[in-house]
C-alpha cells in the first residue's frame, strides 16, 4: 500500500505533519492488515509455548493410544445428530 492521492496531512504551524486523513477503505484495509499481525504474533507465542506443547504432545499420544478419537473421525456422518443439527448427545 504506497503513498495515496486520496491522503491528507494535517501538518502543526511549522509546516511539519502530526496527522493522516485516508479514505475509510484505506483505514479499514490497514486495520486488517494489523489484526491478522496480531493473530500470526499470538499464535507464535502460544505455539512456543511449554505448557502448549505439552498439551498438544498428550493430545497426540491420546491419539496414537487408541484414548480418543481425532475430531475429524467424530465428525465424519457417523452420528445422526451432526445433521439434526442438534449437539447435545
Same mark, same amino acid.
Given at each position: 500500500?504506497? *503513498?495515496?492521492?486520496?491522503?491528507?496531512?494535517?501538518?502543526?504551524?511549522?509546516?511539519?505533519?502530526?496527522?493522516? *486523513?485516508l479514505p475509510i477503505e484505506s483505514y479499514k484495509? *490497514?486495520?486488517? *492488515?494489523?489484526?491478522?499481525?496480531?493473530?500470526?504474533?499470538?499464535?507464535?507465542?502460544?505455539?512456543?509455548?511449554?505448557?502448549?506443547?505439552?498439551?498438544?504432545?498428550?493430545?497426540?499420544?491420546?491419539?496414537?493410544?487408541?484414548?480418543?478419537?481425532?475430531?475429524?473421525?467424530?465428525?465424519?456422518?457417523?452420528?445422526?445428530?451432526?445433521?439434526?443439527?442438534?449437539?447435545?448427545?
Amino acid at each position: 500500500m504506497g *503513498i495515496s492521492a486520496d491522503e491528507q496531512y494535517v501538518v502543526n504551524e511549522k509546516g511539519n505533519p502530526t496527522a493522516v *486523513i485516508l479514505p475509510i477503505e484505506s483505514y479499514k484495509k *490497514i486495520l486488517a *492488515i494489523l489484526s491478522e499481525v496480531e493473530d500470526h504474533k499470538e499464535t507464535k507465542i502460544l505455539s512456543q509455548s511449554k505448557e502448549f506443547k505439552k498439551l498438544v504432545k498428550k493430545g497426540l499420544d491420546d491419539v496414537k493410544l487408541d484414548r480418543i478419537k481425532p475430531w475429524k473421525e467424530v465428525w465424519s456422518g457417523t452420528h445422526p445428530w451432526p445433521e439434526q443439527g442438534c449437539l447435545n448427545v
